[in-house]
């Protein structure tokens, strides 16, 4: 039998059908509420508010559990690597060998721009930051691929994502070598995702780059982690441009804008400035705590806090452990890590957090192993933007591929009621 909720308004008694999730969520239906009732749902910040169903990535934020079609992020961080994962996101399974030759030789075809792109980067000036850089050039570079503009894509969206998430690493790189005043570096076919990443980076015209194992892994690991996150500000951003019918990277530019503020991916920027201001400061963290518990002081504790887990972010556990690992490696001691270990041991006994369930989300270490890699720090939310396209891309595929009509929440107005003209010579 159906299930269904009750909802009794001004008197009359309204059924609405109950969705179970297949992990179990239920929710209650109200597509058809304004229609039977003339009532809207109002929801600040759309915390109750299933906005689609899907496949892609499961959540349970009370238990600390993150699942990519079904696979635990715990497993995936151990066995995969962010290209596989890609795959799976993408594309709802783990590539086979055959598979993921195909996936890795279509992102090395793409992963040169059009030396007409590379023309743009001129445009912007010395310190611009490269968020605004990478949605402007993913855009821009979306100008040279007309058949992106024709909805007709199914066949080819294998090639678009490949494309999409080849050129995306190479514009990073690039709007990084033109911040920092530095000749663009061309890729390398015969190197992996990362490798190829870190090489346009870091090398210079007449040296490569030495790519240590250690490094290549910890960044594959960063990019892993960030790869979805189910409906956040930035894949429901994408997701709500994608309703529009709009192209994939006409979306996916949104979803980079959507990432940039601090509550979002800007966080991992953010920790490591609070981090430095507390270092600077001589503080060990305590007076930065007390300013972040006192709403009058406009700060927060970056890198803590999350919407939906009210427990330890499962990210955050193994980005921790990664740091630890690499700054070993490396043979690097980090006063900015002794700081962050500190403020979490405080911050997990004191009453404020305890109460409110802020537990450090996947932004509170992942800055201090990418300080440690040598990754500038204004490019730590482009390094979060490269993650998340596969789940960007996944959000759009799904969008394409299920009947979706166009994303259009409505609103309680609650400004002034009719209201007439005043010719400007009687306007106080
Ligand atoms: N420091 C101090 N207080 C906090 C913090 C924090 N980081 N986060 C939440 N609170 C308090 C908040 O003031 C509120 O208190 P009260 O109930 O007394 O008014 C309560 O906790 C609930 O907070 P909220 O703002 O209603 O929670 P939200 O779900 O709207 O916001 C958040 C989630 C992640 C935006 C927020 O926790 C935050 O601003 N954290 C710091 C920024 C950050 O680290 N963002 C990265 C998120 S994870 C990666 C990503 O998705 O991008």
Known sequence: MEKTAELILD???????????????????????????????????YGNTGSCQSQITFIDGEQGILRYRGIPIEELAEKSTFIEVAHLL?????????????????????????????YHFEGFPPNAHPMAILSAMINASSCFFPELLTSEMRDSFVVQAARLLSKVRTIAAFAYRKSR???????KPDLKYTANFLHMMFSIPYQDYDLKPEVVKALDLIFLLHADHEQNCSTATVRMVASSRANLFASAAAGVCALWGPLHGGANQAVLEMLEEIHKSGDDGSKFIAAAKDKNSGKRLMGFGHRVYKNYDPRAKIIKKACDDVLTKLHISDPLLDIAKHLEDAVLRDSYFVERKLYPNVDFYSGIIMRAIGIPVEMFTVMFAIGRMPGWIANYKEVMETPTRIYRPRQIYTGPTLNHYTEIKDRK
Not at 95 to 108: C, K
Not at 181 to 187: K, M, N, S
Request: charged letters at 25%; glycine letters at 10%; hydrophobic letters at 35%.
């Open 11 to 45: 008197g009359k008694s309204y059924k609405l059908p109950i969705i179970e999730g297949s992990e179990g969520e239920r929710s209650v239906d109200i597509s058809s509420l304004r229609n039977q009732t003339g009532y809207i749902t109002l929801d600040d910040g």
């Open 90 to 118: 993408i594309f709802g399974k783990l590539p086979n060998s055959a598979e993921l030759r195909r996936f890795s030789d279509l992102l090395t075809a793409n992963e040169l721009l059009n030396e007409a792109v590379k």
């Open 181 to 187: 005043g530095l000749p663009a570096i061309y890729p």
